[in-house]
């Protein structure tokens, strides 16, 4: 029966395998058990399984709602150490970051990094991260990238791959058909920096052209099928 969920391969089986060596409790609580050994993605796998009581069934899914965020802290020095390793590269502290001479700044996680005080800290030729509203004043400080040669990726483009996602699952796409419709994000960045290049404009400006064309084109649809 799981095996209809197509998630996470090998590894889930191998937590479904490890379930099943533990004979105490049902077969749902000893999943739960497995997944919460095997780490944090699994006992995210687990949460949102726990709403699919018509693939599992609800007694299963039932008990997959034991699930909780509850791990012990991971110290974040060894988090550092791990990664310094494996990527040969040099931890720094959060407030040195913006000056460390690199090729990409990727803001991925907190909003307005870009703001008075960091904008002249930065060393790199381009802005491209997954983080929403980048830019702490949008009007200020995507011109100032511009005239800085910082090339900028628009956040709601660049990031926009979680909500073609959650329109594929609205309306009943494949995963194949979200990654498709996702790697078009791509082709649609290359366009925006054409036509900032050609009108002479910061990319935040551009796409906001793009995404404005996009919405008259959309409405002009509408009222076409209603009349």
Same mark, same amino acid.
């Given at each position: 029966?799981?095996?209809?969920?197509?998630?996470?391969?090998?590894?889930?089986?191998?937590?479904?395998?490890?379930? #099943?060596?533990?004979? @105490?409790?049902?077969?749902?609580?000893?999943?739960?058990?497995?997944?919460?050994?095997?780490?944090?993605?699994?006992?995210?796998?687990?949460?949102?399984?726990?709403?699919?009581?018509?693939?599992?069934?609800?007694?299963?899914?039932?008990?997959?709602?034991?699930?909780?965020?509850?791990?012990?802290?991971?110290?974040?020095?060894?988090?550092?150490?791990? +990664?310094?390793?494996?990527?040969?590269?040099?931890?720094?502290?959060?407030?040195? +970051?913006?000056?460390?001479?690199?090729?990409?700044?990727?803001?991925?996680?907190?909003?307005?990094?870009?703001?008075? @005080?960091?904008?002249?800290?930065?060393?790199?030729?381009?802005?491209?991260?997954?983080?929403?509203?980048?830019?702490?004043?949008?009007?200020? $400080?995507?011109?100032?990238?511009?005239?800085?040669?910082?090339?900028?990726?628009?956040?709601?483009? +660049?990031?926009?791959?979680?909500?073609?996602?959650?329109?594929? &699952?609205?309306?009943?796409?494949?995963?194949?058909?979200?990654?498709? #419709?996702?790697? @078009?994000?791509?082709?649609?960045?290359?366009?925006?920096?054409?036509?900032?290049?050609?009108?002479?404009?910061?990319? $935040?400006?551009?796409?906001?052209?793009?995404?404005?064309?996009?919405?008259? &084109?959309?409405? $002009?649809?509408?009222?076409?099928?209603?009349?």
């Amino acid at each position: 029966m799981l095996e209809k969920t197509r998630v996470a391969g090998a590894e889930f089986a191998a937590a479904r395998l490890a379930s #099943k060596r533990d004979a @105490e409790g049902r077969p749902g609580e000893r999943l739960a058990r497995a997944l919460n050994e095997a780490g944090p993605s699994f006992i995210k796998l687990g949460q949102a399984l726990s709403t699919r009581s018509d693939i599992l069934g609800e007694e299963m899914a039932a008990d997959l709602t034991l699930l909780q965020d509850r791990l012990p802290p991971f110290s974040g020095a060894l988090a550092r150490a791990a +990664i310094a390793e494996e990527f040969g590269a040099r931890a720094v502290g959060a407030d040195d +970051i913006y000056s460390v001479g690199a090729d990409v700044f990727a803001p991925c996680a907190m909003g307005a990094v870009i703001n008075d @005080e960091t904008i002249d800290m930065l060393k790199v030729d381009i802005v491209a991260g997954a983080a929403n509203n980048q830019l702490a004043r949008g009007l200020v $400080h995507g011109p100032a990238l511009h005239q800085r040669g910082i090339l900028y990726a628009p956040d709601y483009v +660049i990031n926009a791959g979680g909500l073609i996602n959650v329109y594929g &699952e609205l309306n009943d796409w494949t995963a194949d058909r979200s990654k498709w #419709k996702a790697g @078009e994000i791509y082709g649609t960045l290359l366009r925006i920096f054409e036509l900032a290049k050609s009108d002479g404009l910061g990319p $935040h400006l551009a796409a906001n052209k793009v995404a404005e064309a996009r919405i008259l &084109e959309a409405r $002009h649809l509408q009222r076409t099928f209603r009349t």
